[in-house]
């Protein structure tokens, strides 16, 4: 089924205002390279193809590199998407782009994944929300950290990524929600590590809530955190470049803290084209700390954190009446 396989091909080449991306980022050992791509399709009715962005994460520069529609192919059982000359899937990745001013070519394997848990209730990240059909925007997990192996040349100079770490998830569906926050972090100093939070403004029969997904994944623990499974967003605090929320669940709390860096633009979704503009860093430094009644379980700090923040998201939080300073 479909839905146990979020990481596959949910649409169809045949649907309307549909785009569906897989965001794969790579860190070298050495910290010293970041790049991250997001192969997708764009089908709306003024301008429908497939798309690589690229993002690397050191100088944040950006490339949006088209492709013709038909060009795109994918499995609807795994994660398995070539768009022209590349190659995108779990088992690693093959790039050969020359455009948009970015000449990048190699290959990757990943291997030894970190997969997000299964069950009936929650197939995926979304929890019991993975079975309400046509939702505006759909998320899902592919491998919250993996090893990286191989080279990628850009601009004529080679790039190692042996040894380094990997991170996949997606997005499907008819646009991105109209505000949100995205950190992602799995370059800790604790090794087999990894942290992902989205909250975001979401539509609902003609109204809207504000939801989150979430988790905290550490010594082979994964700590979901999400508004299926009874999470609460406590505070959120933006001071100057800091980025500051609080989530429990039980008697978990959680508390990540974000700095923000450089960040560069990329093309986001909106009934299916990809003609809105946005902020990313995949630079940024983070620290999450998870406790329970007894004092901190564990406290963690990572660098070459994904950090999207859309302003109106604070108004929203706050319309929502959840604490928030910005």
């Given at each position: ?22 965001y ?19 089908l ?64 990757l ?24 059909p ?71 029969m ?44 039980g ?65 929203v ?10």
């Amino acid at each position: 089924m479909p839905i146990f396989s979020p990481e596959a091909f949910q649409g169809s080449l045949t649907r309307k205002n549909y785009f569906e991306g897989w965001y794969c980022k790579q860190v070298s050992a050495d910290r010293s390279a970041v790049f991250s791509f997001i192969p997708g399709i764009s089908l709306s009715a003024q301008d429908s193809h497939a798309f690589i962005q690229v993002i690397n994460g050191i100088t944040a520069e950006t490339h949006y590199c088209t492709f013709p529609v038909e060009s795109f192919s994918a499995s609807s059982e795994r994660f398995d998407v070539t768009i022209g000359k590349n190659r995108f899937s779990r088992d690693g990745i093959s790039i050969d782009i020359d455009q948009d001013g970015i000449a990048i070519s190699g290959e990757l394997t990943y291997k030894n994944h970190v997969l997000f848990p299964q069950s009936l209730f929650a197939p995926g990240i979304m929890g019991p929300f993975s079975y309400i059909p046509r939702m505006e925007c759909n998320h899902g997990m592919v491998s919250a950290n993996h090893a990286v192996m191989g080279t990628l040349s850009v601009a004529g100079s080679k790039v190692n990524f042996s040894g380094g770490d990997g991170y996949i998830e997606k997005d499907w569906g008819r646009s991105f929600p109209q505000s949100w926050i995205w950190v992602q972090c799995n370059s800790f100093e604790t090794p087999d590590s990894s942290f992902m939070l989205s909250v975001a403004k979401i539509p609902s029969m003609g109204t809207w809530f504000t939801g989150f997904v979430g988790f905290f994944y550490c010594e082979g623990v994964f700590h979901t955190f999400a508004t299926w499974n009874g999470s609460k967003i406590i505070s959120v605090d933006r001071t100057g470049s800091f980025l500051t929320i609080v989530i429990k669940k039980g008697l978990l709390r959680c508390t990540v803290t974000a700095e923000h860096k450089f960040s560069g633009m990329l093309r986001a979704p909106s009934l299916g084209g990809m003609n809105r503009h946005i902020k990313e860093s995949v630079d940024s430094s983070i620290s999450v700390k998870l406790e329970n009644q007894t004092g901190t379980i564990t406290e963690i700090h990572g660098t070459h954190a994904g950090l999207e923040i859309i302003e109106a998201i604070f108004s929203v939080l706050k319309d929502s009446g959840i604490p928030c300073s910005a």
